[in-house]
């Protein structure tokens, strides 16, 4: 006989009666459920008002099977985990990036987009620079878990909520997490937040080539190319560099030490700016500064390079060029048939500018101050009452001579601390294992020496204690003492007139001049 029946859905928060076919009306009045659900244990403040329906059945109806929902208990509200929330600014960095595709058509012809404005420029769309963070910015936030609310079935049974779970990120030195949940990087660096590690990586490691699918690098901390940095592109390194391959026409500016195993070629084009140390295989058409020492494994060609200390190459060829050495230099060999080769020994660019410039001011500055103070004299020895204009004049005269004394005395000063670097970078040392070419050019002291034919090595090339360039041998080296201004001149040493043909170095700040104004002032 056709029957009602009540089912409890299988997550007990639904109640339903399924009628089945041909079921009798009299079977389905409110009372007749209510019992039903008495029967099952069915919570009364979770039922329905489900007469409505029940009295919507009509005899047609019932001739199929109806199903009505006449009890409805509440699901449980779980609490959300506590999460970290990075800063809508950041995005993780790449982790892979293109092979040689992504070197994209125009990239060894980069002169099509020379006089397109830079801030449309392709080589511009870092791939790493929206990661990329100072120390002191917050980077995120930890957002707390929240509180859940327990359901209830039809039967009127607690259903438990899950309780949030706090977030405690893994974190090193590089992050700090504030009471209030604030999250502050304490490094330079690139953020990197994999499964529940967040640090700030102080070194940034770039897969493949830098070229189109990095665009240019500016990061503050180290920077690890394991392959080269393609035409036209820009690498900045607050830390230190690496470069695996080979550097092309690149802009490379290195706030630490830069090692390039395979070097760089760039036709004129590239150059590199390192705050301490270089270490390169080769260079090439480079043009750039090396605040220390430049360590030269294979050839430098062509290039124009200003070395703060030492150049450290044994066996290195320097082929064409000019090299700004600041203190000492070793080479294999200077100059070649492919070109002469120029070397600036003792000197710095830098400083010379600055001397210069001290040169033109303290004449200048002298000249005034002896104008005013002629005139000022003039005045005071005036037997007559001076007039309004003359005293006028007088307070002014005063003013400046005071001025110009007060100038006088910094420069001076200034110009005493250039020379005294500049003579302790002459006292360096040049020393050539194989040979210099013919043609080559040395300036040293106050003079340019043009060799005339080729000398073989070993040799050395520095000034004696009169300040007069010679040529001796690097053995007597070791009798030096570069804490010693008056160092005894190498018991082998050859005047260098010898050997080359002695210029004035015009091109230079005259340091004798120098001497003479310091002395002056």
Sequence with gaps: ?????????????????????????????????????????????????????????????????AKIE??????????????????????????AHSPDAAHEPGADNPSQDDDAPRAHSHYDRSAFRASTVKSGTKIGVILEPTIGEDGVDVTGRALAAKQGRPCKPLTDETVEITARGDV???????????????????????????????????????????????????????????????????????????????????????????GRDLSAKYLSNVEGFVARDARIHKELTACKLAIGRDLIAPTASVVAGELWVGRSGEVGQLGSDAGPAAVILGRSAELDKLMREAMEILPLVQQ??????????????????????????????????ATYQGQVGPVTAALGRVLRVTDRLGRGRLIVHRKITAGTTLWIGNVAAEFRADVKGPIALGLDARGEPILFNPRDEAHRDDANETAPTPISAQPLTRYAKLLPATRFADLDQARSLSKAA
């Design 184 to 274: 502050f990087a304490r490094a330079d660096g690139i953020v990197e937040h994999t499964g529940n590690l967040l640090r700030v990586r102080k070194l940034l490691e770039v897969d493949n080539y830098v070229d189109f699918s990095t665009g240019n690098i500016d990061f503050p901390g180290d920077v690890r190319v394991s392959k080269g940095v393609r035409d036209c592109f820009t690498v900045r390194a607050g830390g230190s560099l690496d470069v695996a391959d080979l550097v092309e026409a690149a802009t490379l500016h290195v706030a630490l030490d830069a090692r390039l195993d395979r070097g760089m070629a760039a036709r004129d084009k590239g150059s590199i700016t390192v």
């Design 70 to 95: 006449v009890a409805r208990g509440k699901a449980p509200v779980h609490a959300r985990d506590g999460t970290l929330e990075l800063d809508a600014n950041l995005h993780a960095p790449p982790t």
């Design 1 to 65: 006989m056709p029957s009602v029946r009540l089912a409890i859905s299988d997550d007990r928060l639904s109640a339903c009666v399924l009628v089945e076919p041909g079921t009798p009306a009299d079977q389905l009045t409110p009372e007749a459920v209510n019992a039903l659900m008495d029967e099952r244990g069915i919570a009364p403040t979770l039922r329905t008002d489900f007469a409505h329906a029940l009295a919507a059945l009509s005899p047609a109806t019932l001739a199929e099977a």
């Design 368 to 401: 005034r101050a002896t104008k005013a103070r002629e005139r000022l004299e003039q005045l005071q020895r005036a037997t007559a009452k001076l007039t309004a204009r003359q005293a006028e004049e007088l307070t002014e005269l005063e003013f400046n001579l």
